[in-house]
């Protein structure tokens, strides 16, 4: 079959539409930088005119570290002096400046966002980082803030405010960008096979799928296909009635297939919700205040899926010493449910036992209505989730703190023992009169 001269352009204009695409996506595409920039919305900010100031680690992901963008502002006024900006280098428990700039502090107030340039660091990927920011306050002016998420957005970094860790991580972004492919080679295919990480390997997927790709461009152009004496026989045969047309075809399956989904869409809004409404404790994890002794917050406190028996659970792993707590405003019939128990993987590990406890903190004290004492190396009893259910009737319509407290039982001795909180909520009626929970950031 001979293809028309629209045909043979048609293909050309699509695949190298496609093939264009690609090449912009596999080596120009930026991938792999260090950044919390999504998180610029949060209203949260920390002062950095303490005598520590702020300090931010992080692992790079990109070469050429060459600066960083910071959200800084001040609350009102001009403030005066020098914002300091440290990049650090970490090498275990080693650190060495790298670099510091100096910022005036009443140029830094004036924009959005702050440039702070460096010298490039050609070889930065995979390397550990610490920013150190500092506002050098002079006499009569605001302090410089910086943002700060409460998200674990940096599951390896550490925030430290005025030489207090924070949860959460400072709001910046690096430069350094890192095209999609080798982010691919370094990250994404890290964990499979070490020869499908190899040039040849990658290069013959490639090949393969673009010469499926092109196939399948040449169909749609009609490159290659039916000739046009067998187009003509099938529009014959379609007239009278023998076969249906491939395009009215896909067309009536894509209708059917959008009328079930619309169904079962209408199927699921109709669906009655039950009773209660719930307000989960985990999505409120970045309005709680969380203490621990255990290593950085990140890998003491974190949200996990963990399996007991055939469900798997939605969890905060809480290592001992660590407490979370949340500020809640408690509406009427409000119970608080939760699972309590050690996680699964280390129950026949060496270990001492934890305490783990529910404090409910009021205007007249503390209530403690939970207290669990879990060792399931001596205790096969204790080899499971434990249910917990907390009535919050006592203290409707008041503003109480929730805590989920964790301590090593024995002798403090906290290896092995990994306790886990498993749906935390709380649920309360639907009636418009009962009023709404809600957390109140500390």
Excluded: K
């Amino acid at each position: 079959m001979h293809s028309s001269s629209r045909a043979r352009a048609a293909f050309v204009l699509l695949y190298g539409a496609l093939l264009a695409w690609q090449v912009d996506r596999w080596c120009f595409t930026p991938h792999g930088i260090v950044s919390t920039w999504a998180h610029r919305a949060s209203s949260l900010a920390v002062s950095a005119a303490s005598p520590s100031g702020v300090t931010q680690s992080f692992t790079m992901g990109a070469d050429g570290l060459d600066g960083i963008w910071l959200r800084a502002s001040a609350a009102a006024g001009v403030p005066r002096g020098d914002l300091l900006v440290d990049l650090v280098a970490v090498a275990g428990a080693g650190r060495a400046r790298v670099e510091r700039v100096a910022l005036p502090a009443s140029d830094v107030a004036r924009t959005a966002s702050v440039w702070v340039p460096w010298r490039p660091i050609t070889a930065s990927r995979g390397r550990h980082f610490e920013v150190h920011v500092r506002h050098l306050h002079a006499e009569g002016g605001p302090d410089v803030r910086l943002a700060v998420t409460r998200e674990d957005a940096l599951a390896s970094g550490r925030l430290t405010a005025d030489g207090t860790e924070q949860w959460g991580d400072l709001v910046f972004e690096t430069s350094s960008r890192r095209a999609t492919l080798p982010y691919w080679l370094h990250e994404v295919l890290r964990p499979w096979p070490a020869w499908m990480r190899t040039g040849p390997a990658v290069a013959f997927v490639l090949l393969v799928f673009n010469l499926v790709l092109a196939w399948a461009c040449a169909m749609a152009t009609g490159i290659i296909g039916p000739s046009a004496a067998g187009d003509q026989e099938g529009r014959r045969a379609t007239a009278a009635g023998h076969t249906m047309p491939a395009p009215v075809a896909v067309g009536r399956v894509a209708v059917l297939i959008v009328s079930c989904l619309v169904v079962v869409g209408i199927t699921v809004a109709a669906r009655p919700t039950g009773r209660y409404r719930a307000l989960d404790l985990i999505d409120a994890l970045p309005d709680a205040r969380v203490q621990t002794t255990w290593g950085p917050m990140h890998a003491a406190v974190s949200p996990e899926s963990v399996l007991f028996g055939t469900r798997v659970h939605r969890a905060i792993v809480a290592m001992p010493p660590s407490t979370i707590a949340w500020t809640v405003d408690v509406p009427r019939e409000a119970v608080l449910r939760a699972g309590a128990a050690m996680r699964p993987d280390v129950w026949e590990r060496v270990g001492d036992g934890i305490e783990m406890r529910v404090h409910v903190d009021h205007a007249g004290g503390r209530t403690t209505p939970v207290a669990l004492t879990l060792y399931p190396l001596g205790e096969p009893a204790h080899r499971r989730l434990f249910p917990l259910e907390v009535p919050l009737h006592a203290w409707a319509g008041q503003r109480v703190t929730i805590v989920f407290e964790t301590t090593p039982e024995r002798w403090g001795n906290a290896v092995n023992d990994v306790p886990v909180w498993t749906d935390p909520r709380i649920e309360w009626s639907r009636h418009p009169a009962a009023g709404t929970a809600r957390t109140v950031r500390p």
